[in-house]
């Protein structure tokens, strides 16, 4: 029997494995997880629990219940893939041996650079992200106390998970200060991307910057810090530009794992596996493919796309064990939902080569995203069954 081995157990990892094994019965295909955390987490809610929209504990659940019957899990840490021996090195379970292997570690944080991002982080006082379940409770708790001045979002580097969560969270502490606390005219906003603008497809780029101008939220774009000075409470950038604030928040330079450079002719130079952006292929080995946020794929790092992915990865390896050719391809598929305000959302939908959706803001999409996104993740993204 063909044992398909998955690295990781977050969004892709499970998606994938309960979808195959819903495909395909236990005595066609072995499927083992390999996953570090005892817990999954829903981080696609983490912008929703700053604004107080969701609570921590509907985020969190035991890795154990989630995979279907007939899957293994080993909560293990992957250290090493060995292409030439088809087998995975595993911290405390040695080496496990694969006909399939499928890279779904996803992105890891590096917290390094900016210099004094991480001392920031660490005394919690002034510098805050919200891309950790930790750090969203906690920057919660901040907004819940700001007084007054100057609240600044600062992205370090791209690619980042979820690249317009950012700018949801700019737009919805805007609304906050506005709507919830009434102090909107105390507290002065910043954003800073490295990109030229803040966000690049059109039609959403073109509304983003009229929402931006029109709520007065500033934006210093080409904006790459390489200091966060907690003393003087001012970002600076490697070409001289430099912001002072009361409130920050930063999002973290991200790569992929560490394994990914023992594991020959898997990654790139920032760790991320380096794929066929269609077939989802590693391009050096032809059983190894990569999924999710772990991969290259010039298309935004989401749950959305890793959905879209897990269902065409499935159909992939179906393909193989049944002796065919694969025809299934990825075309970049992502759906982003852009929290704009309290009660308004808009949802950028777009591929490798065109938007699919206009840029509106509504209740409706709200009320999908904020109340079903999350139950529907549980309930059936997961299991395979939407
Ligand atoms: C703040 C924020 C907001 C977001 N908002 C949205 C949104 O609105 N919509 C949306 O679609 N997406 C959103 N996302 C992105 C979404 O959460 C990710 O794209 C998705 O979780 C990617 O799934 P993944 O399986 O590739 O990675 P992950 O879910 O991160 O899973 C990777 C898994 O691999 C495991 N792992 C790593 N290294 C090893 C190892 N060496 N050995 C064993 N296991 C390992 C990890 O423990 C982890 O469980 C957001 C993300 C963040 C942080």
């Not at 977050?10 to 994938?16: C, E, P, Q, T």
């Not at 659940?61 to 995979?67: E, F, I, S, T």
């Not at 928040?249 to 596996?273: K, L, M, Q, R, T």
């Not at 929290?339 to 080569?353: E, S």
Request: glycine share 6%; charged share 25%.
């Amino acid at each position: 029997m063909k044992h398909l081995l998955i690295l990781g157990g977050g969004s892709a990892g499970v998606m994938l494995a309960n979808r195959l094994r819903k495909e395909v019965p236990q005595d066609g295909l072995k499927i083992t997880v390999i996953e570090k955390k005892e817990t999954h987490i829903y981080q696609p809610a983490f912008t929703l629990v700053v604004f107080d929209l969701d609570v921590p504990e509907n985020l969190v659940r035991p890795m154990k219940g989630l995979l279907y019957e007939g899957i293994n899990l080993v909560t293990d840490e992957v250290t090493k893939i060995n292409p030439k021996s088809n087998s995975v090195t595993t911290a405390k379970n040695g080496d496990i041996t694969y006909d399939y292997l499928v890279v779904a570690t996803g992105a890891k944080y590096n917290y390094d650079e900016p210099i004094g991002m991480k001392a920031g982080l660490e005394k919690a006082e002034k510098v805050f992200t919200f891309y950790t379940l930790d750090g969203a409770i906690k920057l919660r708790d901040a907004l819940k106390n700001f007084k007054g001045g100057t609240i600044a979002c600062t992205v370090s580097e791209m690619p980042i998970k979820c690249p317009a969560a950012p700018m949801k969270f700019i737009m919805m502490a805007e609304d906050y200060f506005n709507s919830v606390r009434g102090i909107r005219d105390k507290v002065k906003f910043i954003f800073t991307t490295p990109m030229p603008a803040v966000f690049s497809r059109e039609p959403y780029a073109s509304k983003l910057s009229e929402i931006f101008k029109r709520r007065g939220i500033e934006t210093i774009a080409n904006f790459t810090p390489s200091d966060v000075d907690n003393e003087k409470c001012v970002v600076k950038d490697y070409g001289g530009k430099e912001f002072h604030y009361d409130l920050l928040c930063i999002i973290p330079p991200h790569e992929g794992e560490s394994y990914i450079e023992e594991s020959e002719g898997v990654g790139d130079a920032a760790n991320w596996a380096h794929c066929d952006k269609h077939t989802m292929l590693t391009l050096k080995h032809s059983n190894i493919y990569g999924i999710g946020d772990a991969t290259d794929f010039p298309t935004s790092k989401t749950a959305s796309g890793v959905r879209k992915q897990a269902h065409i990865l499935s159909n992939r390896i179906i393909s193989h064990l049944k002796g065919e050719e694969p025809t299934d391809t990825y075309d970049g598929e992502i759906i982003c939902p852009m929290l704009t305000k309290f009660n308004r959302v808009m949802f950028a939908h777009f591929n490798y080569t065109e938007s699919m959706s206009p840029a509106i803001e509504s209740y409706a999409n709200w009320v999908l995203k904020v109340h079903m996104l999350r139950p529907l993740y549980w309930n059936l993204m997961l299991r395979g069954l939407m």
